[in-house]
């Protein structure tokens, strides 16, 4: 499926430090949810960024779509869902987009806990192919 172009309402809500929820597809076909910082680039790409070891991580390299659905903090039932497949999982970018993210959410740098490092750090760029949304044109 193509990527498509999302019009200015949808590229505005998305510029906005909403939380999202990346659901994936587990090796036995069950879905598998987590809420998420993301980004959207200038290129239209999604970022988001995990740490190695995580399910939804090997999740993606057995089945990479995804649905990313991002609400409005203010008012939850204000919504975009993205649907799209992931383009890259990139270890090299990890630790400089989890800090872009962090600083994005936090005004701070990321706070590594729990044994998590820079090194351990991945990068997930999806590509949209579809949305949908509740907010009003």
């Known amino acids: 499926m193509p990527r498509v172009e999302m019009p200015e309402r949808i590229k505005s809500f998305l510029a906005r430090p909403n939380f999202a929820v990346l659901a994936t597809v587990d090796p036995k076909g069950r879905p598998h949810a987590t809420p998420m910082w993301f980004l959207l680039e200038e290129d239209g790409t999604l970022l988001l960024n995990t740490s190695e070891g995580r399910k939804k991580l090997e999740n993606l390299r057995k089945r ?15 919504y ?9 999982l990139n270890r ?12 994005r959410y936090t005004g701070a740098p990321f706070n590594y806990r729990g044994g998590d490092a820079p090194e351990k750090r991945v990068s997930i760029l999806v590509e949209p192919e579809a949305f949908t949304t509740n907010i009003p044109s």
């Open 80 to 88: 975009v869902q993205v649907r799209g497949r992931v383009r890259e």
């Open 92 to 103: 090299e970018r990890g630790p400089e987009d989890i800090e872009r993210l962090a600083r």
């Open 64 to 78: 990479p779509w995804v649905a990313v659905t991002v609400y409005d903090r203010e008012d939850p039932y204000r």
